[in-house]
């Protein structure tokens, strides 16, 4: 089990560290609210990847998640609730003191990864190139994978929260936050975008 470590790091380093859409949901959070504010949202979105990827790791819904029906609605409904998440944003103002705009939940965190059919795709490749042949005992792989790639994107989330965050620190004021906001705000509509297109 641990000779297929160092090749499942590597695959999914530029999957978890590449801009993607809940990176920049992430990096926006941190930006408008800080890192400590986020942690909720990334407990949502990382209990939500284990769970699911040790589901589909043990083939309860890898087929229910292939059908092009469940991943055209998982697709739309994805890209919408990131438009949600942009909007929200695209409307704030300073990042101190701003009663419009709340910082991600739990809820939040836990909806953005399962409303994301990318994260399916990516999370049943893993599973092809990296588990057993049928007839090996697949428990254990299953459940190291599983923890792996849900560490390995909590790791990469918290290194955007924190980019966020550093960035918040040179739009203090009203405008300047306003700006910012908007700018990812912009950005999170662009990948919204990018995910229906995809």
Request: aromatic share 12%.
């Amino acid at each position: 089990m641990s000779e297929i470590l160092v090749p499942l790091v590597v695959f999914l380093f530029p999957l978890a560290y590449s801009p993607g859409p809940g990176n920049v949901v992430f990096a926006a959070n941190g930006a408008r609210f800080g890192l400590r504010a986020t942690v909720p949202a990334s407990l949502g979105y990382h209990l939500a990847t284990w769970l699911v990827t040790a589901v589909i790791g043990f083939g309860v819904v890898s087929a229910l998640a292939a059908t092009p029906t469940v991943f055209l609605a998982l697709k739309l409904a994805g890209a919408l609730y990131v438009f949600w998440l942009a909007w929200r944003l695209f409307g704030a103002g300073a990042t101190d003191g701003g009663t419009e705009a709340r910082p991600a939940t739990f809820l939040d965190g836990a909806i953005l990864l399962l409303l994301n059919p990318k994260a399916y795709v990516i999370i049943a490749l893993m599973f092809t190139q990296f588990l057993p042949e049928a007839g090996a005992e697949r428990g254990g792989p299953v459940m190291m994978i599983t923890t792996v790639f849900t560490l390995n994107n909590l790791i990469a989330f918290t290194m955007w929260t924190m980019l966020g965050d550093r960035l918040a620190a040179l739009f203090a004021h009203d405008a300047s936050a306003r700006a910012l906001n908007k700018g990812f705000g912009a950005v999170l509509a662009a990948v919204a975008i990018w995910m229906l297109a995809a």
